[in-house]
């Protein structure tokens, strides 16, 4: 518990409008996108660095754990308090500092919303690529803490590869600076990535630097229809082969884009088993030549139905599909566990049967779709906890996927992080010895385990 003379202390240090310890403000902030639940003692917004500074400094001196929090979207409970203690949520620090266009940079608090950044430096004719589902409420700080992907990552990369430098305060409040306003920077060890996915358990960033690329001249979407889930499948590795260097490719599953047209009250295909959307951007001589290679491709394959959209209002329209995945799953059953493995491109096909007969083995619900085109499968587990055995099954089939995955040099995260809920399953993907030098690295920025506790390892 934190000690009232505590509290008073810290008020006074960054004023009442910043500290709040109300039960309405433990509550919201008690939570992600998660089922879990864990309320703080108190929720500060701070409003500069500071007020980070002042936090960590108080916070060390009197043992108090502290999670730092972006949007609260996250899949895994990385943003949690799991301890209780104060958490620090970034709201208030949502300032674009700069944009800076001779140099192809943005320097940006935490608390900006990736969406916000996109469109303000699209207006300047530059481009910020990662895309998370999120993206029209997850923060750059968040973003970085897990190193969100999307569905950009095929040709652009995660958010760790734009990030040029951070600067942020470990947990006595000492303020370091990792990375610098370069491309190429390979002096000292790299804690610029160390800090990139560690989700806020090794230090409070504060202010990040990222790379900014031009923005593409034209964009074309397609839409892929298949009557074979294996079709849809193995179509990914066969138009990459084909050279069409796409930079986005996402695969939806019957299951999947059945609930989308429900949700969104439209008629599906009966013989439609699998889609695929596909974008190519660039300038636009190249991509009409990629365009029309495509559209050879997919005449030479079994396919049910090839649609392409080209206007700005088509696109949207296509991707809206993507997007409302999600939503539209939740109407299937009253629990959803969300997970992102990652198996080589090769192995798509294989996993995605694979998991099918799991579910049918276990008789669960489980729609596939994702960005198959990095090997990421979103595999959503649609659950009844009230039907009896539901949930027991899904913990075996869970940890059957997991091992699969890493049977085939997969990952079991691709772009949720593992926060509390995929700690179980690190002993799959890492060595004892591996897992002891993730904890040496966590104690040498955070001694007392004080940062986001509860998170990635074991230390009980």
């Known amino acids: 518990m934190i000690d009232k003379k505590v509290m008073d202390e810290i008020r006074k240090t960054l004023g009442k409008q910043k500290v709040f310890s109300d039960k309405e403000y433990l509550l919201t902030y008690s939570y992600d996108a998660t089922a879990l639940e864990s309320p703080p003692e108190l929720v500060v917004f701070p409003e500069n660095e500071k007020d980070i500074q002042r936090i960590l400094k108080i916070a060390y001196q009197n043992k108090i754990p502290v999670t730092p929090r972006g949007a609260g979207v996250g899949y895994t409970g990385g943003s949690i308090p799991l301890k209780g203690g104060i958490v620090i949520v970034f709201t208030r620090m949502n300032r674009i500092l700069a944009i800076d266009t001779e140099n192809f940079l943005a320097e940006v608090e935490p608390g900006v919303v990736t969406q916000h950044l996109q469109e303000e430096v699209e207006k300047k004719g530059l481009f910020y690529p990662p895309d998370p589902a999120s993206l029209k409420t997850s923060t750059i700080g968040g973003n970085v803490a897990e190193n969100a992907g999307g569905l950009r990552c095929y040709k652009y990369g995660v958010t760790g590869h734009y990030v040029l ?91 999947s884009i059945s609930a989308v047209y429900q949700y969104l009250g439209l008629s599906l295909d009966d013989q439609l088993q699998a889609t695929v959307i596909i974008e190519l951007d ?167 385990n004080l940062l986001n506790p509860g998170k990635i390892l074991n230390f009980e």
């Not at 074979?228 to 499948?233: D, I, N, P, V």
């Not at 075996?396 to 926060?419: M, P, Q, T, Y």
């Open 282 to 448: 660039g300038n636009r001589l190249d991509v009409e030549e990629r365009k029309n290679k495509f559209l050879e491709i997919v005449k030479n394959y079994d396919t049910l139905h090839c649609q392409v959209a080209e206007t700005s209002a088509e696109q949207e329209k296509l991707w809206d599909i993507r997007r409302n995945i999600s939503p539209a799953l939740t109407k299937l059953n009253p629990k959803k566990i969300n997970e992102d493995i990652v198996v080589p491109t090769a192995e798509i096909p294989g996993t995605v049967e694979y998991i099918n007969r799991l579910a049918k083995e276990y008789d669960l619900v489980i729609p596939l779709f994702g960005h198959f085109g990095d090997g990421n499968i979103h595999t959503n587990l649609m659950l009844n906890p009230e039907k009896p055995g539901e949930m027991e099954r899904a913990e075996i089939v869970l940890d059957k996927i997991f091992s699969h995955v890493v049977s085939v040099k997969g990952s079991i995260s691709g772009e949720h992080g593992i926060g509390i809920t995929k700690k179980p399953f690190m002993k799959y993907q890492f060595t004892e010895l591996e897992l002891e030098l993730f904890k040496r690295l966590k104690q040498a920025f955070d001694p007392e």
């Open 165 to 255: 430098a951070l600067e942020a305060f470990l947990i006595t409040g000492e303020k370091i600076k990792a990375g610098s306003p370069v491309i190429k920077d390979v002096a000292g060890y790299n804690l610029k990535s160390l800090l990139v996915g560690s989700e806020g358990t090794l230090a409070v960033v504060s202010k990040i630097t990222l790379r900014l690329i031009p923005l593409p001249q034209y964009r074309v979407s397609f839409r892929v229809d298949f009557n074979s889930l294996q079709k849809g499948a193995e179509f990914i590795n066969y138009a990459i082969r084909n050279n069409i260097d796409p930079s986005a490719i996402e695969f939806i599953d019957r299951s």
